[in-house]
């Protein structure tokens, strides 16, 4: 259904897809779309769970806003291997302000979407979302 406030319905894809990256692990990272002719979140690419961070990155484009979530796997200081999903808002500066405003009325209805998020991670350019930041985050 679509929000109120932004008019942006999310596509059942969107969460199909969310719960195989949580339960299956099937892919490493979704990027979504919002397709504003459709007013709804579409699914635009799927990582691959051999995927990398740096694909991950190379697929979210320069200039143009995108919300995506990232399975981040990690060893705790104790050598026990674990796991967080990653939200990200990814707003580059270069954006057009009509698709930052959209992207950010319509993010929190779309998060609540996505049952499992951990953390949430907003970026404005690459160095906001490094690896280094999500070791950060997790820990």
């Given at each position: 259904m679509a929000n109120a406030a932004s008019g942006m319905a999310v596509h059942d894809d969107c969460k199909l897809k969310f719960l195989e990256l949580k339960a299956k692990r099937t892919h490493r990272f979704i990027i979504f779309k919002i397709e504003e002719k459709q007013k709804q979140v579409l699914v635009e690419k799927l990582g691959e769970p051999t995927h990398t961070y740096e694909d991950f990155t190379a697929n979210l484009?320069?200039?143009?806003?995108?919300?995506?979530?990232?399975?981040?796997?990690?060893?705790?200081?104790?050598n026990v291997p674990k796991s967080r999903i990653f939200f990200v808002a990814w707003s580059p500066d270069t954006a057009k302000v009509r698709s930052k405003m959209i992207y950010a009325s319509s993010k929190d209805r779309f998060k609540r979407e996505l049952d499992g998020i951990q953390v949430e991670l907003q970026?404005?350019?690459?160095?906001e979302m490094s690896l280094e930041v999500f070791q950060t985050r997790v820990n």
């Open positions: 484009p320069a200039e143009e806003c995108r919300y995506a979530v990232y399975d981040y796997e990690f060893m705790t200081e104790e970026a404005t350019d690459p160095t």
